[in-house]
């Protein structure tokens, strides 16, 4: 079946260091990966996607690109802010999934000022 | 600016004790679901429904009910709570894979749940 797979955390970094999180992924077919954010407190939103292999999805300096040939789409972010403490999920969306959302288990990330 | 509500947002309950989490979304989905988030384990699926009337199971649906009986609505039933069921629960929805397995999920914002 369709899974996810994403780096364990917690990670801790510094204010303006580089942010990698990886997420690779086991999905039958063409599936599209998204990046989804939770702020403390609060609900999942999307912070990006991707819907085929080679797009680069970004937004708010964050990127992931689509890689088929690793099954990956890693998130990366050039140089971190305190605002961007949150947990990230990395999920996949697949026509064979029947409608269903498979999420990773999710990365704390947290930044030092 | 409505998107998906759940209610309520807290709630105590007692072991054995039945409630229903609400939840609604005014953007004509047709994908609704319900998640579980506990720590350590990021987001399971207890049941999703893929357009009115139709309903299925998710990764862990014992111990709940769902029916979807409006596009719009999609509460979830507890109806016999047990401590194993203290987590944080969210209701998503998105337009259909029909349209495109690129279709972006709203979230509402968690009901927090704690039985005793």
């Known amino acids: 079946g369709n899974s996810v797979t994403q780096m364990e955390g917690p990670v801790t970094l510094s204010e303006e260091a580089f942010l990698t999180i990886n997420c690779t992924y086991t999905a039958t077919g063409y599936p599209s990966l998204f990046w989804y954010v939770q702020y403390p407190g609060e609900g999942l939103q999307l912070l990006l996607k991707a819907t085929k292999a080679d797009d680069k999805g970004s937004n708010k300096g964050f990127e992931a690109t689509y890689r088929k040939e690793t099954t990956s789409f890693h998130l990366e972010k050039g140089s971190v802010q305190v605002s961007d403490s949150a947990v990230y999920f990395c999920?996949?969306?697949?026509?064979?999934?029947?409608?269903?959302?498979?999420f990773g288990s999710g990365t704390r990330l947290s930044i030092r000022p | 600016n409505a998107g998906v509500t759940q209610t309520p947002k807290f709630q105590v309950l007692k072991t054995g004790q039945s409630m229903t989490l609400q939840c609604a979304q005014d953007?004509?989905?047709?994908?609704m679901s319900w998640y579980r988030q506990d720590p350590g384990m990021g987001l399971r699926l207890i049941h999703y429904?893929?357009?009115?009337?139709?309903?299925d199971q998710g990764e862990v649906p014992n111990g709940y009910n769902v029916s979807r009986s409006t596009t719009e609505d999609f509460p979830l039933r507890l109806l016999s709570a047990a401590p194993s069921q203290t987590s944080v629960y969210f209701c998503?929805?998105?337009?259909?894979?029909?349209?495109?397995?690129?279709?972006?999920?709203?979230f509402g914002e968690g009901s927090w749940l704690t039985v005793v």
């Open positions: 953007m004509n989905h047709e994908y």
């Open positions: 429904s893929v357009g009115a009337g139709i309903t």
């Open positions: 998503a929805s998105s337009y259909s894979n029909a349209r495109g397995s690129g279709n972006t999920i709203y």
């Open positions: 999920a996949l969306s697949s026509y064979s999934s029947a409608s269903k959302i498979i």
